[in-house]
Nanobody, 116 residues
Framework: QVQLVESGGGLVQPGESLRLSCAASRSISSTHTMAWYRQTPGKQRDLVAQISSGGSTNYADSVKGRFTISRDNAKNTVYLQMNSLNAEDTAVYYC??????????WGHGTQVTVSS
């Protein structure tokens, strides 16, 4: 069973930055689309950013220009660099790996809180 483990979350003030990491227990990023989602209480889990096996990226409008997703296949890790954070970015962030054949794999999430 492949596992995804997120890390790097925490409490920051508005305008500051965080980098989230998602480590896979086995090498899957070369064949899977990797993505970050986020969810707040009572809200749907929404896509934040994704990167395909070919390296193409896609971002939610709310984070364009502020967040960057990247992938290091050698380390079986995907990153989310988050700059200019604001209170609306407060959420639990989840890592996801997807392929047509294997379906979706989810991490357990990491809390990001932006508050003064």
């Amino acid at each position: 069973q492949v596992q995804l483990v997120e890390s790097g979350g925490g409490l920051v003030q508005p305008g500051e930055s965080l980098r989230l990491s998602c480590a896979a227990s086995r090498s899957i990023s070369s064949t899977h689309t990797m993505a970050w989602y986020r969810q707040t209480p009572g809200k749907q889990r929404d896509l934040v950013a994704q990167i395909s096996s070919g390296g193409s990226t896609n971002y939610a409008d709310s984070v364009k220009g502020r967040f960057t997703i990247s992938r290091d296949n050698a380390k079986n890790t995907v990153y989310l660099q988050m700059n200019s954070l604001n209170a609306e970015d407060t959420a639990v962030y989840y890592c996801n790996a997807y392929s047509i054949y294997f379906g979706s794999i989810w991490g357990h999430g990491t809390q990001v809180t932006v508050s003064s």
